[in-house]
């Protein structure tokens, strides 16, 4: 069975690195025609369209700030611009800072939200809007969290907002199964990202031996990598996963289940 995503015209959001890049990448290897990346700007960026270009694909950058309540509008205003349409989003940004509900402070609860919750929600209207207009089919895949069955505690808010954002998924698969949209999310166990290697060694002060000590307890010897969130994705978003809509898959490892030796 090969999963390929053929002439199709993709949005995907925090490319610059982690999961976003490794999905753009996994969609240019499997035939996408135009793959639109958004996040802040960076020089990361540059590589990233570099190496999608190595395998005979087309990439744009579109910078925006998902803090903004602009950002949604404007950022698929621009893809479309660039490649004239798009058939599929993948909403792969987001942050995982810490917070506890004793603790948070306003700030930074409108902030998780903002980014992991507002955000994405409006980038699928945008998008559902467009392929409605088109009459035309789609997929959409929004990276979710393990943690919104029932957060760490310091994990609270972050749970909180994907939690938030699984209900809208089951929600706009449901209400737009007829327009041929499709739309389904990963909810994801404890992975080796860019942002996770930052949160562990320097935010939480664990040092450079925290991979080596985390992979130890995985029952498959590692935590799970991008590519395999990448794999998934390209299977939801591609025709091959028809006609399945609302499902939101638990991509995660024995440890996020509580399992210890």
């Known amino acids: 069975m090969e999963v390929r995503v053929d002439n199709k015209i993709l949005l995907v959001t925090g490319a610059a690195q982690g999961l976003g890049r490794a999905i753009a990448l996994e969609a240019a290897r499997s035939g996408a025609a135009g793959i639109v990346l958004t996040d802040r700007p960076t020089k990361r960026v540059d590589a990233v369209i570099a190496e999608i270009a190595k395998v005979g694909a087309k990439a744009a950058f579109v910078p925006g700030d998902l803090q903004e309540p602009d950002a949604p509008t404007k950022i698929v205003a621009s893809a479309v611009e660039v490649f004239g349409r798009l058939d599929g989003l993948v909403n792969a940004a987001g942050l995982s800072d810490r917070g506890s509900v004793a603790t948070v402070d306003p700030a930074f609860f409108d902030l998780m939200f903002a980014v992991n919750t507002r955000a994405p929600m409006f980038l699928m209207q945008a998008v559902i809007r467009h392929l409605q207009e088109r009459k035309a089919p789609g997929s959409i895949v929004n990276i979710l969290s393990f943690q919104a069955h029932g957060g760490a505690v310091n994990l609270a808010i972050y749970g909180a907002t994907k939690a938030a ?31 996770e290697r930052e949160m562990q060694a320097v935010k939480l002060g664990r040092g450079e031996s925290w991979l080596a000590e985390a992979e130890a307890r995985m029952s498959w010897g590692r935590l799970i990598k991008p590519h395999d969130v990448a794999h998934l994705a390209l299977f939801l978003l591609s025709d091959i996963s028809i006609p399945m809509s609302g499902a939101l898959i638990d991509q995660v490892q024995d440890s996020v289940l509580g399992v210890r030796d």
């Open 165 to 195: 954002l699984s209900l809208l998924t089951k929600n706009a698969a449901f209400a737009h199964r007829k327009d041929r949209i499709r739309i389904c999310g990963i909810n994801l166990g404890w992975a080796d990202t860019d942002g």
